[in-house]
């Protein structure tokens, strides 16, 4: 039966049966179904389906189907059911909690120094300097000191802070120990005349005691770090000199930074006099706006002064060596080893020497790390790029960038699928196997 | 809850909806009555489509409790039937996949044919299995419309299918229905007397 034949299709003679035709349709179709014999035919062939379908017949329900349902639905009148209500109550709950979550980490993770800068002054009370006071566990410095007296830590490890009470303790009573210490190392302060004395003793017995030395302040090799925003390179390179001059410092490196885009910046390493830190920090600071600015200190009294009793210790043990020598008592062969172990000795007392005006100087001379910023200012360089060259330009580089994708999504297919077709041929046929289990299982349900 | 007799204080002529609209406000009557005209065609609509009659008795069961659950969810926009058939056909879908899944895993398919009932006639059997040959979807709009009798735009709801993809379905699956039980053997005849022994 083709449609063209006939002005009803098959698909509304089944829906008139259905009763889903207008009423106009609907008498259309029983129209034609009064003349054409065909359509007719069909008609019926549609209802004796109907009817042979009607003839499946279906069980009454079991009785335990309504025992069941009768019970939940007790259950369910007994108790009432909860307003709907609760559930946005919840999740305003939820949603609050991850919200406040969220923006703490936001906060964290966009200001990270900030958190770090209350976490520390939570953890590290400030200092209390009495005000006029020079600090003098550090050598003379009281940069972060406000007006209120209050030492504030801004950003200091905690380490530094211990050294600092550490230092402060030691200004208080440092000589006690420093006096037990000497006493201990039984100093001499002439070389020449420990020698003199272990001569004269026949070299058996030890040189009499001199006198204590008198004691010391503790040594601090301090180190300060200091970043500057300056609006002008040039003029703070000048002023940076003079404050080097007029402070008998120096610059240890120097560096000049003069990028085409961006700030230029100076990073020097300065050695200033310990005493004139204070002032020159003071002239530092007036540079420019400062950004960052950190101070430490290392007592290395201890270091020094196991140096000097070493390098003590090597002295006397050269002039008895040399006391040996000029005996001349001995054979050939045993003056020629006294005279390697003069020589050795020689050697570590030299080394020794060194390190301990390395010591002294970083002590005598505190090391200022600086950084000299710029403040950025764009300019109009040159004549301004024609829209045609920069669309141009744009052009280029996104076909380069389009070809830099797709070669690195060819390198990437090219990496791992080796490794992929390995898994599929491993993984694919079982899974191809339980796929085709489940789809006939599901198509037998 | 009794067959077919109306609750107490439930007027007889009230719409499904109706119904279910004062079931939703707390009237325990209103779903009792609603269980009395809908317990029959739920069951035979799980038992049209599954051969176990025990599991149709638990989907039936289930989806009568998955009303109690959704009373609070309901809205009355469209006919309760409509609502109810959805639900018992996703109770239904959902069963299957499960079925379907641990019988991959356990081997243990089921069996093509349903398990004897004294109480089935052979056109019941012939029926059944000509109804299993046809297509998933057009199975399923054949049985909507002839049995649950829904109309094409309630079984396009059901089943989230354009209306106009109903109507050629339904076509489709009447005709090869009709062809189906035309080459079958009728139930008076030998052959179905052995395919009667069989079950």
């Known amino acids: ?445 | 809850v009794s067959e077919g007799q109306p609750s107490p204080g439930v007027p007889i002529d009230d719409t499904d909806e109706q119904l279910m609209a004062a079931f939703v406000r707390g009237s325990a009557e209103a779903f009792s009555t609603l269980f009395a005209r809908y317990r029959q065609p739920v069951y035979a609509f799980f038992c049209r489509r599954m051969t176990d009659r025990s599991h149709a008795e638990e989907l039936a069961q289930e989806t009568f409790l998955a009303i109690l659950r959704a009373r609070d969810r309901y809205e009355a926009t469209a006919l309760f039937r409509t609502w109810l058939y959805a639900i018992a056909l996703r109770i239904l879908r959902s069963w299957r996949r499960k079925a379907a899944f641990r019988a991959v895993f356990s081997g243990t398919l089921p069996v093509d044919r349903e398990p004897a009932d004294p109480r089935a006639t052979g056109s019941d059997f012939v029926l059944r299995d000509a109804v299993r040959r046809l297509d998933r979807i057009d199975r399923e709009v054949l049985l909507l419309r002839e049995f649950e009798e829904l109309s094409y735009a309630e079984i396009a709801t059901v089943l989230g299918i354009p209306v106009n993809t109903v109507r050629s379905r339904l076509f489709r699956a009447r005709t090869a229905l009709r062809e189906l039980l035309e080459t079958r053997p009728a139930p008076s005849q030998p052959g179905l007397a052995k395919l009667e022994e069989h079950v």
Not at chain 1, 30 to 46: D, K, M, P, T, V
């Open chain 1, 1 to 445: 039966m083709k449609t063209l034949d006939h002005p009803v299709a098959p698909e509304e003679i089944m829906a008139m049966l259905d009763e889903e035709l207008s009423t106009t349709e609907r008498q259309a179709v029983l129209a034609h179904l009064s003349q054409c014999a065909e359509c007719a035919a069909l008609r019926l062939r549609f209802e004796s389906t109907s009817h042979a379908l009607a003839e499946w017949q279906i069980p009454a329900a079991p009785e335990t189907l309504r025992s069941a349902v009768e019970e939940a639905a007790a259950a369910k009148s007994e108790r009432p059911s909860k307003p709907r209500r609760r559930l946005p109550r919840m999740a305003w709950a939820v949603g609050g909690t991850l919200g406040v979550a969220a923006a703490l980490v936001v906060l964290v993770n966009v200001f990270p120094d900030r958190f770090a800068e209350h976490k520390m002054a939570a953890v590290t009370p400030p200092l209390q300097v009495t005000h006029g006071e020079n600090l003098a566990t550090f050598g003379g410095a009281s940069p972060a000191a406000g007006k209120n007296g209050l030492l504030h830590a801004p950003a200091v490890h905690p380490e530094e802070n211990l050294l600092r009470l550490e230092n402060q303790l030691a200004a208080s009573a440092p000589r006690d120990r420093f006096k037990g210490r000497m006493a201990e190392l039984a100093v001499a302060p002439d070389p020449n005349q420990t020698a003199e004395g272990y001569g004269g003793g026949g070299g058996g017995g030890r040189a009499p005691l001199p006198a204590l030395a008198p004691p010391q302040a503790p040594m601090i090799a301090r180190e300060v770090s200091l970043t500057i925003l300056v609006k002008n390179i040039p003029h703070a390179r000048t002023a940076l000199d003079g404050i080097l001059s007029s402070h008998a410092g120096y610059a240890a490196t120097l560096n000049v930074n003069t990028p085409e885009s961006g700030s230029p910046s100076i990073v020097a390493s300065l050695r200033i006099p310990a005493p004139q830190l204070d002032s020159a920090l003071a002239c530092l600071r007036t540079l420019g706006q400062v950004e960052a600015e950190a101070q430490s200190g290392e007592e290395v009294t201890q270091q020094h002064e196991d140096l000097v009793a070493r390098l003590l210790n090597a002295r006397e043990t050269e002039d008895r060596l040399r006391a040996i020598l000029a005996q001349r008592a001995g054979k050939m062969n045993e003056i020629l080893e006294v005279e390697e172990q003069i020589s050795q000795t020689r050697g570590e007392i030299e080394q020794m020497e060194a390190e301990q005006t390395a010591l002294e100087h970083r002590v005598d001379y505190v090391m200022v790390d600086l950084q000299l910023t710029e403040q950025y200012e764009a300019r109009l360089t040159g004549q301004p790029t024609a829209i045609g060259t920069q669309m141009r330009n744009a052009l280029v580089t996104g076909i380069r960038d389009a070809g830099s994708s797709l070669l690195g999504l060819a390198l990437l297919i090219e990496e791992i699928g080796p490794a992929i077709l390995v898994w599929v041929a491993i993984l694919g046929f079982p899974a191809w196997i339980v796929w085709r289990r489940y789809r006939r299982a599901q198509a037998r349900f």
